[in-house]
Nanobody, 126 residues
């Protein structure tokens, strides 16, 4: 049974930083594409950052230069380092994974992913 548990959310002021973590269990970790998504009230869920099996990352334009995605295969944990946070980054952040090929580019499209965490709230105040 695949389980994803996010942590690290919270409330920060604009310009601050947070690091989100997503701990996985029940999967052979290095066989999966994975990513971070977010959803704010009244908006559709959007892709933030994704990571393929080979370590290639894809970031949404809105977070390039501010967010970094990484993973630790030994710990089966995905991270999202968020710097220079803005009020518009306020959302529930979710991690998601899906089995993929070794050379696949993990897309920012949420429909690609099969397994999802429960989400963690990030609130950025001005």
């Amino acid at each position: 049974q695949v389980q994803l548990v996010e942590s690290g959310g919270g409330s920060v002021q604009a310009g601050g930083s947070l690091r989100l973590s997503c701990a996985a269990s029940g999967i052979i970790y290095d066989m999966y594409c994975m990513g971070w998504f977010r959803q704010s009230p009244g908006n559709v869920r959007e892709g933030v950052a994704t990571l393929g099996r080979d370590g290639r990352s894809t970031l949404a334009d809105s977070v390039k230069g501010r967010f970094t995605i990484s993973k630790d295969n030994a710990k089966k944990t995905l991270y999202l380092q968020m710097n220079s946070l803005k009020p518009e980054d306020t959302a529930i952040f979710y991690c998601a994974v899906r089995l993929c090929s070794e050379t696949a580019i993990a897309p920012l499209t949420d429909s690609f992913y099969i397994h999802w965490g429960q989400g963690t709230q990030v609130t950025v105040s001005s």
